[in-house]
């Protein structure tokens, strides 16, 4: 059963976001700064206030585990999870809403001879230290963390929309810094579609997208980030075709050695994927299905013609929660139909997946 919500002590006054009055007390506290307690443990969790369309309550950095295990603003200790390896190093939380990411893959190619790999030597006499950064798979892992995604509440049922999906990405990715940019202006987080706007829908991702057709001096090209369901991956005479479910009218373009490689690399992901859109077309709809996101850096050949340069491919539940692998959906499926509450750990980069546990129940008392 659901308890009755969080309480949070607000300029002496204890609150639940179900009280009437909640955004009225809110808007002065917000406006002097104040912090706010959780009270999920004595004698109390320092929390802070961001304004979206209304006034939110958030968890100041590395303050998760301070919580009480049954409270929404409780997460395991970073070392609990593939972020542990990467915190501080890869993913550097400056405030409560600025985090730097650091990635291991360029945004622009440039012309003539790549760079050598950090962790050669630079000379003769000395050799320099790779920093550890962030691939496509933990970038994907990192705001479906954020915005909340590892994790279960039975009061989820059925509200887990693309709607959701998008509105919840989108507000983490203004957060989220990587070289030098928000990550919300390298990734489009793709609208939900409506019959009545898809075509000022389709006007404003070729206005964000058009950005690739400008390279500066010295760039060959430049690269973007895509985030979407993969719909179709189907070999052409010269290439593969790709196309996501939220954007069906912009399809991308992978080489065909590229093409090939991906199919290997994501075998039982892709098999998986093949599988379930096999038996689709054959009528069988399963309300269980897995659900895979396709993460790329793409390019623009030319207008309208958008190429991957780097993909990789997360399996997520039907209820959108990231797994390592699809076989994992069993367990997961099985804990949401149990209407337990619980959190999945996430893998990041790190290559020691096994040492975490599949998922974590929040209802015993850890107190």
């Known amino acids: 059963m659901e308890g009755p919500g969080p309480q ?27 912090q706010l307690l959780c009270l999920s443990r004595a004698p109390g969790v320092a929390m802070y206030l961001a304004r979206y369309r209304r006034l939110v309550v958030k968890r100041l950095p590395q303050t998760g ?11 395991q200790p970073p070392g609990q999870s593939g972020l542990g390896e990467v915190l501080g190093e890869a993913v ?3 405030a409560p809403d600025r985090v730097e990411v650091r990635v291991e893959f360029p945004l622009t190619r440039r012309l003539g001879r790549a760079t050598p790999p950090a962790e050669l030597a630079v000379g003769h006499s000395e050799v320099a230290a790779r920093c550890r950064g962030l691939g496509l798979r933990g970038l994907a892992h990192f705001p479906l963390q ?23 990405l989108t507000a983490v990715s203004r957060e989220i810094e990587t070289k ?26 070729a206005r964000f997208m058009s950005i690739l057709l400008t390279p500066a001096d010295g760039v060959q090209f430049k690269l973007m980030l895509v985030l979407s369901e993969l719909k179709a991956f189907s070999a052409t005479d010269i ?16 080489e065909r050695k590229v093409g090939d490689r991906f199919k290997r690399v994501f075998d039982s992901e892709y098999e998986a994927w093949a599988h379930q859109r096999s038996a689709e077309h054959a009528g069988i709809v399963d309300p269980w299905r897995l659900r895979f996101l396709f993460c790329g850096l793409i390019y623009a050949r030319r207008e309208g013609i ?9 399996v997520l539940s039907s209820t959108w929660i990231p797994l390592d692998k699809p076989y994992e959906h069993l367990l997961i499926d099985e804990l949401v139909r149990q209407e337990r509450r619980f959190l999945k750990p996430l893998r990041f980069e790190s290559k020691h997946g096994a040492a975490f546990p599949n998922a974590v129940l929040l209802e015993a008392d850890h107190a």
Not at 9 to 29: H, I, K, N, S
Not at 194 to 199: C, D, G, R, T
Not at 306 to 314: E, G, S
């Open 306 to 314: 958008y190429y991957v340069d780097t993909a990789t491919l997360v």
């Open 146 to 168: 954020r915005a909340g995604f590892h994790r279960w509440s039975p009061r989820m049922q059925g509200k887990r929309t693309w709607y959701v999906v998008h509105k919840h």
């Open 65 to 75: 585990h301070q919580h009480h295990p049954t409270c929404p603003s409780y997460e």
């Open 239 to 254: 290439d593969y075709r790709i196309v996501l479910k939220h954007i069906p009218d912009c399809p991308l373009y992978m």
């Open 92 to 94: 550097i939380e400056h």
């Open 8 to 34: 949070y002590l607000v300029d002496g006054a204890r609150l639940q976001p179900c009280d009437p009055d909640w955004q009225r007390v809110l808007e002065p506290a917000y406006k002097r700064g104040v």
């Open 180 to 205: 030098g940019a928000r990550l919300a202006d390298i990734l489009p987080i793709p609208e939900p579609f409506s019959i009545e706007e898809a075509a000022a829908i389709s006007k404003r991702r």
